[in-house]
C-alpha cells in the first residue's frame, strides 16, 4: 500500500477511533419505524436485507461503475473463527454488529476497532447434528437490543452497548434435531424466527416471541396434522417428522402486517413415502406477526420430490402488471420457476424459469397454481424406491440456493447468483434414525454441464423469468447480492474475490481479493459523507462440503469481515 493511502487511512482511523470511544446509542433505538424507513436511511443497516422488504439495494451513489476501481480496505477485523461465514452485518450509528456460529461483536464501523465481543459455548454433541456447516445469518437490532439465534436453537436477546445477555428463550431441542442458523426478524413488538432440521426428521414451525420478556407467544407448525387443514395430503403419521424447517428470515409488510415465511423441504426428500401433496412444507405462509394466524399460503412445490425448499428470501415489490400496479411478493425458487404473487391475497400472477435446464416439470399452471410435471416426475412420486436413477434438473441445491438476489426497484429487475447443474436422483425406502439424515435417497453426486460453467450471475426480469445479462462462472458463487443506485452489483465468491459489476451488461468492474471464500452477503452505507460497502468473508457451506470439487482444497479457512471505501486524499483532512 502507498504512503499516501497508509497515510489517509491512518487519519481516518484517529476520528474513528474517538467516536467509538463515545459509543452512547440511545437505549430506546432503533424504534420500529426506523426499521421501517431503513431502505432509506443510508447512514445506517438495521435490517437483515436492508429493508423489511429485503430488496438489497441502496440509493447511495458515490460509490458507482465510473470510480469503482478506486474501492479499497479501509480495515479487515479477524473473526477468530475458521467455521463458515454466512452473516449479514447491521449498522446503527457508526456501530456494525456482527455474528458467526458462537460470537457477537460490535465494531467501530469506520476503523474496525473492536468495542465488545461476547462468545458462548456450545454442548460437544451440537456441531454433529447441523445440516450444512456451523453458522449464523446475521442479528436483529431493536429497542436497544440485539437478538441472535443459536446453533442449539435458542434465540437470545443482548444488550446493544455492553453485549450482556438479558434474556434467552429455547425454541426446540438440538437433540432432536433442532438447530437455528436464522437471522431474527422483528416486527411490532414480536421477534419472529425459524428453524432448521428437516434433514433430520423434525417438525417443521415458525415462532413469535415477546422482544421485552422473550416469553413465547405462538407457533406456527408447517406440517398438516389430523384435524388441520391439508392433513389429508400426508400419509397416517408422516407428519410428525415431515420436515418444513423454517431456516431463512422473511420479509415484513407493516401496511397489511402480514409476515411472509418460506418452508422447506420434506421429511424425508422421498415424496412418494410421505404421500401426497406434503402440505405446507416448499409454500409461503403469510401470518399476522402479533398472533400467528396464517392469513394464505401457496405451495411451490406440492409434495417436493427434490429437495426444492421454498425458505428462500421472499422479496417485496410493486411491479405493473396488465397495467395495474401490483404489491407483490417475489422468489426465486429452488425449483428454478421465479415466482411473483399478489402479497395481499396470494394470488398467483407470473411463474416463469429463471434457469437454463429444467427436467422435472413442463411449467407453472397458473390457473392452479402447480407444476406440470413430465413424466419422470410423475414416476416419482408414486415410486418409494426405485431400480434406476433418473436424472433431474436442477439439483438438490437448485437453480438458486438460499444466497438472496437483491432487486432494483428502479430498473425492475432481480440480480441472483444461479445453479447450473443437475444430479442422479434414486429414492430408497427411509430408515429414520436419530441424529442422522434421513432423506429416503442414494446420494450420487451431480451432473455437471459440459462447458463446466456451474454458477451464472443473472439480471433478470422478474416477470418473465428471461435473464438481461449473464455472467458465468466455473465455480459457482454462493453469495448474496447487494445491488445499488451507483449502477454497481456487489456480490462474493466461493475462492475469496469480492466483485462488483455494472448493472447494464455485467461487466466485471472491479474485484479484490479476501483471506477466504465468500458465501455471505454485502451491506454498504454512509458515515461522515463517506459510502463503505462491507463483506464478511470465510468459506463454508454446502459446495466445499458435498460438491467434491479439489479446486475447493486451496481456498483457506479463516472468518473475517472487511470494510471498503474510495481512497481519495481529502479523506486525510477529516
Known amino acids: 500500500m502507498s504512503k499516501t493511502i497508509t497515510t489517509a487511512l491512518a487519519a481516518i482511523s484517529v476520528v474513528a477511533f474517538s467516536m467509538a470511544l ?219 417428522q415431515g420436515g418444513g424447517s423454517t431456516w431463512l428470515t422473511g420479509t415484513y409488510d407493516p401496511e397489511l402486517n402480514l409476515v411472509y415465511w418460506g418452508t422447506g423441504n420434506g421429511g424425508p426428500w422421498n415424496a412418494a413415502f410421505r404421500g401426497g401433496d406434503s402440505k405446507d412444507i416448499c409454500s409461503v405462509l403469510a401470518f399476522n406477526p402479533k398472533t400467528g394466524e396464517v392469513k394464505w399460503k401457496y405451495q411451490f412445490s406440492p409434495g417436493d420430490p427434490y429437495d426444492y425448499d421454498g425458505t428462500s428470501e421472499m422479496v417485496l415489490a410493486e411491479l405493473k402488471i396488465k397495467g395495474k400496479n401490483r404489491k407483490v411478493v417475489m422468489q426465486a425458487n429452488r425449483n428454478g420457476f421465479l415466482y411473483v404473487l399478489d402479497r395481499e391475497n396470494g394470488k398467483l400472477l407470473a411463474a416463469n424459469p429463471f434457469v437454463d435446464k429444467i427436467t422435472w416439470a413442463k411449467g407453472i399452471d397458473l390457473k392452479t397454481g402447480r407444476p406440470i410435471d413430465t413424466d419422470i416426475t410423475k414416476m416419482v412420486r408414486k415410486t418409494v424406491a426405485m431400480d434406476e436413477p433418473v436424472d433431474i434438473w436442477p439439483s438438490a ?81 454462493f453469495a448474496g447480492t447487494m445491488n445499488t443506485a451507483g449502477g454497481l452489483v456487489f456480490t462474493g465468491a466461493l475462492t475469496g474475490e469480492f466483485m462488483a459489476f455494472d448493472n447494464r451488461d455485467g461487466k466485471k468492474l472491479w474485484e479484490h481479493k479476501t483471506g477466504s471464500g465468500i458465501i455471505s452477503m454485502p451491506i454498504t452505507f454512509e458515515r461522515d459523507g463517506v459510502q463503505y460497502v462491507t463483506v464478511v468473508s470465510g468459506v463454508g457451506g454446502v459446495y466445499p462440503l458435498y460438491a467434491g470439487d479439489e479446486r475447493m482444497a486451496k481456498v483457506p479457512a479463516g472468518g473475517s469481515v472487511t470494510t471498503y471505501a474510495l481512497f481519495d486524499k481529502s479523506y486525510a483532512k477529516k
Open 22 to 240: 463515545s459509543f452512547s446509542t440511545s437505549a430506546a433505538e432503533p424504534s420500529l419505524s426506523d426499521l421501517k424507513n431503513d431502505p432509506a436511511n443510508t447512514k445506517d443497516v438495521l435490517t437483515y436485507g436492508m429493508g423489511w422488504e429485503q430488496q438489497r439495494y441502496s440509493p447511495l451513489t458515490q460509490i458507482n461503475r465510473d470510480n469503482v476501481k478506486r474501492l479499497v480496505p479501509v480495515w479487515s477485523h479477524s473473526m477468530g473463527d475458521n467455521r463458515a461465514q454466512s452473516t449479514q452485518p447491521l449498522v446503527k450509528d457508526g456501530i456494525m454488529y456482527v455474528t458467526n456460529h458462537n460470537s457477537t461483536t460490535a465494531l467501530d464501523a469506520v476503523t474496525g476497532i473492536q468495542i465488545w465481543k461476547k462468545t458462548f459455548e456450545y454442548d460437544p454433541a451440537v456441531p454433529g447434528i447441523v445440516c450444512c456447516g456451523n453458522h449464523n445469518r446475521g442479528p436483529a437490532i431493536y429497542n436497544g437490543r440485539l437478538y441472535r439465534t443459536t446453533l442449539d436453537a435458542a434465540i437470545v436477546a443482548l444488550d446493544l452497548k455492553t453485549g450482556e445477555e438479558i434474556w434467552r428463550s429455547q425454541a426446540g431441542d438440538f437433540d432432536k434435531g433442532h438447530s437455528m442458523t436464522v437471522a431474527p426478524l422483528v416486527t411490532d413488538g414480536v421477534i419472529v424466527t425459524g428453524i432448521s432440521g428437516a434433514e433430520y426428521g423434525i417438525r417443521g414451525y415458525i415462532d413469535g416471541w415477546n422482544a421485552e420478556t422473550g416469553k413465547h407467544m405462538w407457533r406456527i407448525h408447517t406440517t398438516a396434522a389430523p384435524g388441520e387443514d391439508g392433513a389429508d395430503t400426508w400419509l397416517p403419521g408422516r407428519y410428525e
Open 397 to 477: 441445491w437448485g437453480g438458486k440456493n438460499w444466497s438472496p438476489m437483491s432487486y432494483d426497484p428502479v430498473n425492475k429487475v432481480v440480480y441472483a447468483n444461479t445453479l447450473n447443474f443437475g444430479f442422479p436422483f434414486r429414492q430408497v425406502q427411509p430408515e429414520f434414525k436419530k441424529g442422522t439424515f434421513y432423506i429416503g435417497i442414494e446420494w450420487l453426486g451431480f451432473t455437471w454441464p459440459e462447458n463446466d460453467e456451474r454458477g451464472i450471475l443473472r439480471a433478470i426480469d422478474p416477470l418473465t423469468g428471461k435473464a438481461k445479462w449473464s455472467t458465468p462462472f466455473e465455480i459457482p458463487n
